[in-house]
Nanobody
C-alpha cells in the first residue's frame, strides 16, 4: 500500500531555507521515480522537480533551478527537496509524488501525498 507523507513545510522569511521530505507510511516502497509538485492559490499544479531513482537523473523547473535540489533514496523509497533562497512566489502547497512515468522532462506520477504548506514571507 502506498501512502505518501510529506514533512518539513512551514513558514520562512524570504531568503531562508526549508527541506521537505517524503516517505511511504505504508512501509518500504520501491519506485523508479519520485518528485515534487506545487500549487499556489489560483494557479495550476506544476512540476517542481523529479528524480529517477535508478540513475539519479533529475529535472528541475526553471523557476527554481539553482535554488532547489532534489534527492532520493531508491532503497528506502524516499525523496527530499532542499529549498534555498526562498522567494514569496515559492509560496504554495507542495505535493510529493511517486511511481508513474518520468520522461523527457515531464512526470506523470501514480501516487500523491496529501500536500504540505510552504509559506515564504517578505
Amino acid at each position: 500500500q502506498v501512502h505518501l507523507v510529506e514533512s518539513g513545510g512551514g513558514l520562512v522569511q524570504a531568503g531562508g531555507s526549508l527541506r521537505l521530505s517524503c516517505a511511504n507510511s505504508g512501509g518500504t516502497f520501491v519506485s523508479w521515480a519520485m518528485g515534487w509538485f506545487r500549487q499556489a492559490p489560483g494557479k495550476e499544479r506544476e512540476l517542481v522537480a523529479v528524480v529517477s531513482l535508478s540513475d539519479g537523473d533529475t529535472d528541475i523547473a526553471d523557476s527554481v533551478k539553482g535554488r532547489f535540489t532534489i534527492s532520493g533514496d531508491s532503497a528506502k523509497g524516499t525523496v527530499q527537496l532542499q529549498m534555498n533562497s526562498l522567494k514569496p512566489e515559492d509560496t504554495a502547497v507542495y505535493y510529493c509524488a511517486a511511481g508513474g512515468t518520468h520522461y523527457a522532462g515531464s512526470y506523470s506520477p501514480d501516487f500523491w501525498g496529501q500536500g504540505i504548506q510552504v509559506t515564504v514571507s517578505t
